[in-house]
């Protein structure tokens, strides 16, 4: 039979367990800005720096530094916002209309996961898609591996552009050290 300390030990080993794994399931998505996100794709993505576009934006839906390029067939997309409570509330309405209206009828054929915070959060889906609209892209049908990843004013969104950019939108989530599925 148990005994009062071998319950409170075994209660204490379960908690601590428990703790760890909210710890590394919650993991915090790391802050990347101008100079961060142009070192990650130049240097561990090897993209040349005459293919990566800077511009800085003043928009009334944007202010900040806006980066893409091209990794093979994934597109990485940065924005840098200049408020990071315009980043927040981008991020929050994308998930809100993520959670809301992507498969409603259940017949995307993938995977997903999604977590969202008070200052970070993601959205990764990997699969074949219908046309619903994700990330912005209403009509976007076919094999879809996307990442939208948000950390205080900076998102990050690498997406598919071909039938088989899998490994290559991959690549680019790992090389950020975002999660993927």
């Keep these: ?62 202010s900040g530094t806006y980066i893409t390029a091209r990794y093979n067939d994934a597109r990485i997309t940065a924005m840098i916002f200049e408020d990071e409570e315009a980043a927040n509330e981008t991020f929050s309405e994308a998930y809100s209309s993520f959670e809301e209206g992507f498969d409603p009828s259940g017949q995307f054929n993938g995977d997903y996961k999604c977590q969202s915070e008070t200052d970070h959060g993601y959205i990764v889906v990997n699969g ?28 990050i969104v690498i997406m598919s552009e071909g039938e088989e950019a899998a490994e290559d939108v991959d690549a680019a989530i790992r090389a950020f050290g975002f999660p993927s599925l």
């Design 1 to 62: 039979m148990f005994d009062g300390k071998k319950i409170r030990s075994l209660l204490s080993i379960f908690f601590v367990s428990v703790m760890m794994f909210a710890t590394v399931s919650c993991a915090k998505i790391a802050e990347y800005d101008e100079d961060s996100v142009i070192n990650v794709l130049e240097e561990k993505l090897d993209i040349p720096e005459e293919d990566i576009f800077v511009s800085e934006v003043e928009d009334p839906e944007f």
């Design 128 to 155: 074949e898609n219908i046309g619903r609209n994700i990330f912005g892209d209403r009509f976007m049908t076919g094999e879809i591996y996307a990442g939208f990843y948000y950390s205080g004013s900076t998102i």
